[in-house]
């Protein structure tokens, strides 16, 4: 499955932003999808996923942020709430046909990433 990631920009703290994820190819409902950062100078890291009727967030993000997926329009979103300077990052939306949410190697399709910067 092709992924491109778009809605990243540039928000103050405690702003919002929304970052969709369209999807093309294979059939997207038999995914599990999910949404990494990777800030400056550091690794990637898991934020969120969503599969049938289950949703995970990493706990930094956890009442922030929202993840959610529409079938019929093959994109996965995710709603970020609340922003603070250290959810600067580019973020990655990722496919994966095993459920191992917060596991880097476990998802096979990635998109660009779309560059989120959040202003103190």
């Known amino acids: 499955v092709q992924l491109q990631a778009f809605g990243g920009g540039l928000v103050q703290t405690g702003g919002s932003l929304r970052l969709s994820c369209a999807a093309s190819?294979?059939?997207?409902?038999?995914?599990?999808m999910g949404w990494f950062r990777q800030a400056p100078g550091k690794e990637r890291e898991f934020v969120a996923a969503?599969?049938?009727?289950?949703?995970i967030y990493e706990d930094s993000v956890k009442g922030r942020f929202t993840i959610s997926r529409d079938i019929a329009k093959m994109t996965v979103y995710l709603q970020m709430n609340n922003l603070k300077p250290e959810d600067t990052a580019v973020y990655h939306c990722?496919?994966?046909?095993?459920?191992?949410?917060?596991?880097?190697?476990?998802?096979?399709?990635w998109g660009q990433g779309t560059l989120v910067t959040v202003s103190s």
């Open positions: 990722a496919a994966s046909t095993v459920w191992k949410p917060t596991i880097t190697q476990a998802y096979g399709d």
């Open positions: 190819g294979r059939s997207f409902s038999s995914y599990n």
């Open positions: 969503i599969t049938w009727g289950t949703t």
